[in-house]
């Protein structure tokens, strides 16, 4: 039953080790989102995806790439992590894009930097 | 700029009690305003939601009440259970914007 999957649910990584966080619908949605997390901190957007066009937040740190390859995937990639990277990423999805719609998260991947 | 500011957590109840949790917001334009809930494990679900002032979002028993003069929104429920512990987090989606804005996040712990 679980519409939006990421994989894995923990991850740990090395300092400068590339990192690559997945996540897959079933929904088949146009719009897939990635948020950062940090403890007790809101939800920040990174980027998001409307079908293949690719929209960048202003301050998304170039170190952060994504890639969709198809309507159900969606790759978090961190080219050079550092310390400050750890946090959950939530990747969601919506059917389209606006007030509207109701976007669903998947349970989060936690990301640790040592 | 855009912002939502969360009462902090955590709060703790004892089963049955009565809930609020504040949210207050700061917009430009005229902003759909959310609360979403997050089990632990889980991922955030949407909880309810109101798109223009003094609509009423329901939802499993909460309730929320967009307030324009008061730009507020503040979660209720008459009476929580133990399953209702979770993360609460507050949003507002401003008109012509493609994003949300999330508040912090309030953690509800409900004691049996």
Redesign the interface.
Known sequence: DAM?IQNPRYQVTQFGKPVTLSCSQTLNHNVMYWYQQKS????K?LF?YYDKDF?NEADTPDNFQSRRPNTSFCFLDIRSPGLGDAAMY?C?TSRD????E???????TRLLVL | GDS?TQMEGPVTLSEEAFLTINCTYTATGY??LFW?VQYP??????LL?A?KADDKGSNKGFEATYRKETTSFHLEKGSVQVSDSAVY?CAL?V?GT????????TRLKVLA
């Open positions: 939006v007790s901190q809101a939800p957007l998001h929209n939530l969601a894009s606006g007030p509207q109701t976007q669903y998260f998947g349970p989060g | 939502v902003p759909s979403y494990g889980e991922g955030l679900q949407l939601k798109t987090f989606w008109s493609y994003k949300y804005i999330f508040g912090t996040g």
